[in-house]
């Protein structure tokens, strides 16, 4: 790991080790078998494999006095039939989260180091089909939040993260960012912010540093109750060969009922990209909603398509249906089917479905 990532995350390891006042764990190991057809998203599929997926998570939150500190563990392990079609993985994450609360301010410190398929982050960032190779990620940052007045606040954001790959196809990276924003509580059910932020992209090599500004608008209201809406524009600048002005935005319509739940997201964003060591446009959409048949067996549906803006101008979608039935306090079996589609520019579209069955060990105070 990066010497300049180390020594951060090792003073905010260093608050685990307090003697806390309160504490509370829980963990979650999900195992599953799975069968994926046409795996890499190719034109022309190249055969089906199977997956031996577990995937464990573990949290630990304690409390002492004002600070409190949030740990969290966590390894994805899969194990395929076919490593020609789909490699052998094990990646592992731990984050940090540790805050101090007084009664006009909050100072948190956070960090955290995670590996994950590129199979996966760039389809479902960009829409886009790439090598089966491993990324990690090494982040450390800082809030701080300010109470103005009662209803109004002001917060800074600072963060450095370093991104590599086990490809020379993805360019290893570093991103050091810093945001203000300036947050305003208009009445018990609305509230508004206006941020401004700056971020600098410098890839490996001697290839050219990239920088870029935003400016943005966000409103969040609680339409009834358990509905939220939440909504965001702006404008981002990038001080590239190709720099120009991009607008972008976000809105979030999220319900929670006592018998469905459900969530619709869209986002325009331009965010580093490790394909061309730069900064690059994409758009993403996305919904799910659950239900439960009985009560102790719920539904899922979801969907989910996303779209590179940028170069090659990639899209890939996905659709589920999960089912979920617990059979003890602790115990769950589950059974999922999902369906991807990519469409390079230009290219055919390729498709691939999988289906899985699981079980699912739940403990909310290990």
Sequence with gaps: MNARLTTPLAFVLQAIAWSPALAQNSLTVPLEAVRISNPDLAPESRGSVTLFRLHPQYTLRTTQGASSTELSLGALVERSGNTDLSANRSLPSVRVLWENESPVAVFGLRASLEEASTRETEFADFGRVTLDSKERTGAVGGTWTYNLTAGTALEVDLSHARVTYDTPLLV?????????????????????????GASRLTPDGDRVRESRSELGFGYERDLSEGLVLNAAAGAVRTNTVRGKTAPVGALRLTYTGERIGYAVAWSREVSADGVVAGYTRSQVFDASATYP????????????????????RDTGSMVYARIQSEITRFWAVSMSLEQRRARPSGGPTAK???????LVYSHPDF
């Design 352 to 358: 691939g479905h999988s289906v899985a069955i699981g």
């Design 293 to 312: 048949l009985t009560i102790n067996t719920s539904f899922s549906l979801g969907l989910s398509h996303a779209q590179s803006l940028d170069g090659d």
């Design 172 to 196: 290893n990276h570093r991103e050091t960012s810093g945001s203000i924003a300036y947050r305003i509580s208009a009445s018990s059910n609305a509230r508004y912010s206006l941020t401004a």
